[in-house]
């Protein structure tokens, strides 16, 4: 009772600052709108039971991406009027192929298995959970990722004593 | 969500049993609002105090017996100022940037365990507002979401000492997270877990983690100033280059808040280093103390608050002894020198580890 109100609530939230997000014409007020669409999610994943996912999406996406392109929407000082001028004939193929795309996920979703209700009650998300899988089942495509992304930060810093 | 779980699970075995669990958790969430709010406040007279000790001033003493009453003072001025909002300001914005800054440096206080579990009112009572299996990863996303009051703040004002402010606090912040993220990597290694009161528990009758985690502690340290925005790492506020950065337009109680905030977190983080590294409540030799029961939680507190007042007189005592960095020095130290450090801490507690035969 309590968690579909929840979950009728955040999804309102997600949807509503999306939408925000696509529609406002302040470059900041985008990144605003991205950022409570971020938490939304991670609202979603809470209620999963996937505290560690909701967490890590919360430090990542909410804490550290969008402060980086906050950063450069500020340092370029991007306003209103440094938006682009785009001719008609691009506004007319970005709905097209928009609405094509929509017409792909409305037409996949409807056949998906909806399986909320076996997934509420698992402890999969919970981090030791998490772990085991990760370092058992799963250890070479873990170990394979984060030495990429290690090899990206070691290449950041290496850039920079150039 | 876990304590709304629990509410709910109290809730069909025994009515009365949840009304005073949700009453037992509203108190402690009052009281660490309260403590919060007392302890900043006192931490601006203590910071007058401090930084007149070291140029050998007398600091404040008008107010009350040794110019006790001075934060009071400081909050009816603050209140009672003119509020000014800058025309070409975004108005909602920057009303919401001394919000979120206020907001996250509160909300950082839930996972912290101010003493031991007693046994009261039939059920078993923890003085932490909610002990959730992921502690330390909610302090660090609180961390992390904090930088947005500044950004905000800063954006807003459309000023552009202001900006410049809003951009370097982003900078730094995110510089210094990633060294804190990797020094509690090679913590939470030697723990085995990431619940913050299962670390201070950890610690009882044994040695306190900073004797484990010496090279840990000292970089969750300097991390901690920078993420603050503490000398010597207040480039954002940098008064000599930038006028006020990020709160040159705030005035009246927004700017209130916003130093507020900053004391506040310094506040948390001391109370967050003492729990990682220091023991957090736990007294020394509590065994063989004998003592048990209220006094003993109360007697814990009173230790952990002791812990937690030295760490924010260090925070004071380097502030007004260290100058400021320079912006590249500051970077420089952040990713050529913490960053290196930490990878290397957790590589030698995974080697120790491994040689002690703690890796199953």
Redesign the interface.
């Given at each position: 009772m309590?968690t579909e109100m929840m979950f009728y609530f955040l999804s309102f939230v997600a949807i509503l600052s999306a939408i925000m997000m696509i529609s406002t014409k302040n470059p900041?007020h985008s990144i605003?709108y991205l950022?409570v669409t971020f938490f939304a999610i991670a609202g979603h994943y809470?209620?999963l039971?996937a505290?560690?996912l909701g967490?890590?999406h919360?430090?990542v996406y909410?804490?550290?991406i969008m402060?980086?392109f906050?950063?450069v929407i500020?340092?370029l000082?991007l306003n209103e009027d440094a938006e682009p001028v785009k001719s008609k004939y691009q506004k007319i193929s970005a709905t097209v192929s928009g609405g094509i795309f929509m017409l792909v996920l409305v037409a996949s979703l409807r056949s998906a298995e909806v399986s909320l209700e076996k997934t509420r009650n698992t402890d999969i998300g919970?981090?030791?959970q998490l772990g085991k899988v990760l370092f058992n089942d799963y250890l070479l495509p873990f170990e394979l990722s984060s030495i990429l992304l290690l090899s990206a930060?070691i290449g950041a810093?290496f850039l920079?004593?150039k | 969500m876990q304590e709304i779980t629990q509410a709910l699970h109290l809730f069909q075995k025994n009515k009365s049993n949840m009304v005073t669990y949700i009453l037992i958790k509203f108190i402690l969430v009052l009281f660490v609002f309260l403590l919060a709010l007392t302890v900043a406040a006192y931490s601006t007279y203590g910071e007058r105090k401090v930084s007149a000790l070291m140029q050998d001033r007398i600091g404040p003493d008008r107010a009350g017996p040794y110019g006790l009453l001075q934060p009071l003072a400081d909050g009816i001025k603050m209140f009672t100022k003119e509020e000014l909002i800058p025309t070409n300001s975004s108005k909602y914005l920057f009303v919401l940037g001394p919000s979120i800054a206020m907001l996250t440096a509160l909300m950082a206080g839930v996972v912290i365990p101010w003493a031991g579990p007693i046994e009261a009112f039939g059920q078993q009572l923890t003085f932490q507002v909610s002990d959730i299996n992921i502690g330390i990863l909610y302090i660090f996303s609180v961390v992390s979401i904090g930088v947005y009051g500044i950004m905000i703040g800063g954006w807003a004002s459309n000023n552009k000492y202001s900006l410049l402010g809003a951009l370097r606090a982003s900078s730094q912040m995110i510089s210094y997270e990633i060294a804190m993220g990797l020094a509690i990597v090679a913590l939470v290694m030697k723990s085995g877990t990431l619940s913050l009161g299962e670390i201070v528990t950890q610690q009882q009758g044994d040695w306190i983690n900073v004797v484990y985690q010496p090279l840990g502690f000292l970089i969750f340290l300097i991390c901690a100033f920078a993420e603050t925005n503490r000398a010597p790492f207040d480039l954002p506020e940098c008064e000599t280059e930038l006028i006020g950065g990020y709160h040159t337009e705030y005035s009246s109680m927004k700017l209130g808040l916003f130093l507020f905030a900053e004391y506040i977190n310094m506040f948390v983080s001391s109370a967050v280093i003492s729990a990682l590294y220091f023991g957090g409540y736990n007294l020394p030799f509590q065994a063989a103390l004998g003592l048990e029961g209220p006094w003993l939680a109360v007697l814990q507190f009173g230790f952990f608050f002791l812990k937690i007042v030295f760490f924010i007189f260090l925070f004071m005592w380097v502030r007004w002894t260290i100058p400021r960095f320079r912006y590249d020095q500051l970077l420089h130290l952040g990713w050529k020198i913490l960053l290196p450090l930490a990878i290397l801490n957790i590589i030698i507690t995974g080697l120790v580890m491994w040689a002690n035969g703690s890796l199953a």
């Open positions: 309590v900041v605003l950022i809470f209620l039971n505290q560690f967490m890590v919360i430090i909410a804490g550290a402060v980086l906050l950063y500020m340092m000082n919970l981090v030791n930060m810093v920079s004593k | -």
